[in-house]
């Protein structure tokens, strides 16, 4: 018993001694739980506020204006610009511009004065299921203490009213939001990960090595190397798709083509990052840190469990770096509320961005090993 515990002892204090020879794997340990503590405990939230509210106003007076002030003044609504006609309230929420849209109808504040039932109609974009509930709940109070205050005539049983409609998911169901959000999630899981690991994996076998002694050029081996990984996100994309539909009845409003065209940014830009880890990571272990340390922060922060609405603003900005952030709004707003190219150039050019910024800096770095 006693030379069983000294051999334990002894391969304890090996591993121990490998530890503080890798300080990149060492500090990475110690010092990733503590930055997810702090970054995630701050920014994550499910008390959604300042929602995006867009007003279409027909009444233009200072009754409805003040109407408006109110909403803005809970701090639950952020304004979002005006609406001027109908059909531009549907632009606006397919586009994202708004969560909510609020309509006050002509005549709103002689209806009031006058004592008489009036009632204003919020258009919800249902394809946030927790922000549209929260708008809902928050409007519905607004509407009703601010007719009674304003109104000038006492009737009894008179309960002025909110018209909510929501559109794109009536029912507020979240398998209607999660399940087209689980395309870019699975995608960012499977595409940084293996990609990485395996790069590495081939790297201390001595095979990568083999690779560079060829005459094949940096972007050959970098393009090369993650072509089969495109391939196999389409084939991802296509199941989580035919299951979302078959199994949770999730509908499809937009084109499908324009979803697998659309997701080639977002695949070869995680892709581009897996590999770019790979370059830098010097085990498998460490390019597991590497990729967690991307992956987690994707996932939390990136609006696919929490409204990105609800997290603090200096949160809101990082989620403006996360590839993850863009791919949702463009796979939600093409499957969940019919939205087209148009619709999306700002996501796909800032994908687009990603895409060239970590393919560059992998064919560089991929580069700089062969030369």
Do not use: C
Not at 35 to 47: E, H, P, Q, R
Not at 112 to 139: F, H, I, K, M, Y
Not at 147 to 159: K, N, P
Not at 232 to 237: A, E, F, H, S
Request: glycine share 6%; no cysteine; hydrophobic share 50%.
């Amino acid at each position: 018993m006693q030379a069983s515990l000294s051999r334990l002892l002894a391969v304890a204090r090996k591993e121990v001694i490998q530890f503080r020879r890798d300080y990149m794997t060492l500090a990475m340990m110690l010092l990733l739980p503590l930055g997810y503590l702090i970054g995630f405990g701050y920014a994550i939230s499910t008390d959604v506020r300042h929602i995006p509210l867009a007003v279409f106003d027909q009444d233009h007076s200072s009754y409805s204006r003040d109407l408006v002030q109110t909403f803005v003044s809970t701090g639950f609504f952020d304004r979002a610009g005006v609406v001027t006609n109908h059909p531009a309230i549907e632009k606006t929420l397919r586009r994202g511009d708004a969560k909510a849209v609020l309509v006050i109808p002509a005549h709103y504040h002689s209806d009031v004065l006058a004592g008489r039932e009036t009632s204003v109609q919020l258009v919800l974009d249902g394809s946030d299921p927790q922000s549209a509930g929260t708008a809902l709940s928050v409007a519905t109070g607004v509407v009703q203490d601010k007719l009674r205050q304003t109104s000038t005539t006492v009737v009894v049983d008179q309960r002025p009213q909110l018209a909510p409609v929501t559109w794109y998911n009536p029912d507020l169901r979240s398998q209607v939001y999660i399940v087209p959000a689980l395309v870019g999630v699975i995608l960012n899981l499977t595409m940084v990960v293996p990609t990485a690991v395996a790069l590495v994996r081939e790297r201390e076998s001595g095979t990568r090595e083999l690779l560079l002694a060829t005459p094949i050029r940096g972007h050959e081996m970098v393009l090369g190397k993650i072509l089969p990984f495109v391939a196999l996100g389409y084939v991802q994309i296509s199941v989580v798709m035919l299951a979302g539909r078959l199994i949770f009845g999730v509908p499809v409003v937009g084109s499908l083509g324009l979803v697998y065209a659309l997701a080639t940014p977002f695949i070869l830009a995680n892709l581009g990052i897996g590999f770019l880890f790979s370059t830098f990571a010097k085990s498998q272990l460490q390019v597991m840190q590497m990729t967690t340390g991307y992956v987690m922060p994707n996932v939390l922060l990136s609006g696919f469990l929490f409204p990105v609405a609800a997290m603090p603003v200096p949160a809101q900005w990082f989620s403006e770096v996360l590839p993850l952030h863009h791919f949702l709004k463009v796979v939600r707003g093409i499957i969940l509320k019919g939205s087209e190219l148009a619709d999306l150039t700002e996501e796909v050019a800032k994908l687009s961005v990603f895409v060239a910024v970590s393919l560059f800096v992998s064919i560089w770095r991929v580069r700089r090993k062969v030369l």
